[in-house]
């Protein structure tokens, strides 16, 4: 599965942004993030050859429908063979930017989980804030609904404000470790029954828990 990650990532470094697909463990922790056992929405910003997107194909509920944004059409058409048998699932060769026409198109007013592996760190402020903004936006207004990143660095916490609580932790267990941060759209968030805080961020001082 990764050989045509590596073969994307020589050609198109700076969008690919990593050589290798997530490890298990940090899959696992981005897939604990969310409660897939309800029908949900749930769209993936950059899943490259699809590691998550299979963890969370494997958890979600039959009524769940997931929406795939790969701006590369050769991890495109990979996805699409994947997952083509699967009716819940929608690949788009498309810009994550353009989420909600897409949502539009397909009846959702919106949806419960972004997950993303973009590199968020490499855009450009205007293009980032913009997309920030259309994540926030596109978000159901529940306590569920969250945006969940992965990334090597924690600074979009400081572009994501506009969200009313952030939860951070680090994996460790992956080449390189990365950040796994939630942004809940709504105040009064919890999962799994356990609140997760009030407003703010919840990193302590090296930004682990
Ligand atoms: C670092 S890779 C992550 C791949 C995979 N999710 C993983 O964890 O191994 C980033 C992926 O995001 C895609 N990508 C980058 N910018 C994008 C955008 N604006 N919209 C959709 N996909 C994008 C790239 O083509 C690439 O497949």
């Known amino acids: 599965m990764s050989a045509i990650f590596l073969k994307r990532f020589l050609q198109r470094p700076f969008q ?6 997530s490890s298990r463990e940090l899959i696992r922790r981005v897939a604990d993030k969310m409660e897939l ?22 958890r979600m509920h039959p009524d769940s429908h997931l929406i795939l944004f790969e701006l590369d059409p050769e991890l495109a058409q990979h996805l699409e ?25 397909r009846g959702h007013a919106h949806c419960d989980y972004i997950v993303s592996g973009i590199p968020f760190s490499i855009l450009e402020p205007a293009k980032k804030r913009e997309l920030l903004q259309s994540t926030f936006d596109s978000l159901a207004p529940t306590a569920a609904a969250a945006f969940i990143i992965y990334q090597v660095t924690n600074e979009l916490v400081a572009h994501c404000r506009h969200f009313s609580r952030v ?25 799994n029954g356990h609140a997760s805080g009030i407003n703010g961020h919840h990193l302590n001082g090296n930004g682990r828990h």
């Open 167 to 191: 939860e951070s932790a680090y994996c460790l267990q992956n080449l390189p470790p990365m950040f796994v941060t939630k942004f809940y759209k709504s105040a009064n968030g919890r999962i």
């Open 37 to 58: 056992s309800e029908p949900r929405v749930i769209v993936e910003y950059g899943p490259g050859e699809g590691c998550h997107t299979r963890e969370i194909v494997r």
């Open 81 to 105: 063979a994947q997952f083509r048998a699967d009716r819940r699932v929608t690949v788009l060769n498309a810009d994550c930017a353009t989420l909600s026409a897409a949502l539009q198109r």
């Open 16 to 21: 690919i942004a990593s050589i290798i697909p």
